[in-house]
């Protein structure tokens, strides 16, 4: 990398190294769930240091209607705000992976 480099292109070669480790500024810390085409890992924020719960969705097994019914359901969280439901605060999409980043309830 040269020092002309974009902060874009100095942020997405960081995260190809270090894919299984973070993405974004979440540091990833153990997994803590995992469903038919998702998993949820366990991740801090590098700044506030706040927990959250990261949802993996793996779109290359999604068919067209799951990941249809995915998009939409996502949109509606992005809505919620309630105290009785978890709060989704970023989504981070790349061309194989959906980043869902959430509210992390513990227990």
């Known amino acids: 990398m040269s020092a002309g480099d974009s902060l874009y292109a100095r942020k997405t070669a960081e995260l190809k190294q270090n894919k299984h480790n973070r993405i974004g500024y979440y540091e990833f810390e153990k997994a803590i769930g995992e469903g038919n085409f998702a998993k949820v890992k366990l991740a801090t924020h590098a700044l ?8 993996i969705i793996d779109k290359t097994k999604l068919d067209k209607s799951t990941a249809k019914k995915l998009f939409r359901e996502v949109r509606i969280m992005k809505l919620l ?8 605060y970023e989504v981070i999409d ?3 992976e959906l980043f869902l980043i959430m509210e992390y309830a513990p227990g």
């Open 81 to 88: 705000g309630h105290e009785h439901i978890v709060r989704l």
């Open 48 to 55: 506030t240091k706040e927990k959250v719960a990261v949802k």
């Open 94 to 96: 790349t061309p194989k």
